[in-house]
């Protein structure tokens, strides 16, 4: 969900329309994990050096208004895990 935005060397004429956007296509499987982890994305803990990880409080709120049912919750949350380590890493946090 969060990409750093492009580095775009004005001195060419360029701006970051003239870069297409990217689609990412998401499995059915995947996708009440990534709602819930979308949802979430207010809910970062801070630390002096930026985001450490989420605040997992909201977790079953969020998740009762993404319609995601209890059998399913221990895999949904299990997926916003790899999730958010995947951002922290792309934040540079890990």
Not at 50 to 64: E, I, K, N, R
């Amino acid at each position: 969900m969060y990409e750093p935005p492009p580095k775009v060397d004005t001195s060419l004429g360029l701006t970051a329309a003239d870069f297409p956007k990217i689609e990412v296509g998401v499995w059915p499987e995947n996708w009440p994990a990534l709602t819930v982890f979308d949802a979430m994305s207010t809910q970062w803990r801070m630390g002096p050096a930026g985001p450490t990880g989420l605040d997992y409080g909201p977790l079953p709120w969020v998740m009762d208004t993404r319609g995601i049912p209890n059998k399913d919750r221990a895999s949904v949350f299990d997926d916003v895990r790899v999730m958010e380590l995947a951002a922290l890493e792309q934040i540079g946090q890990t």
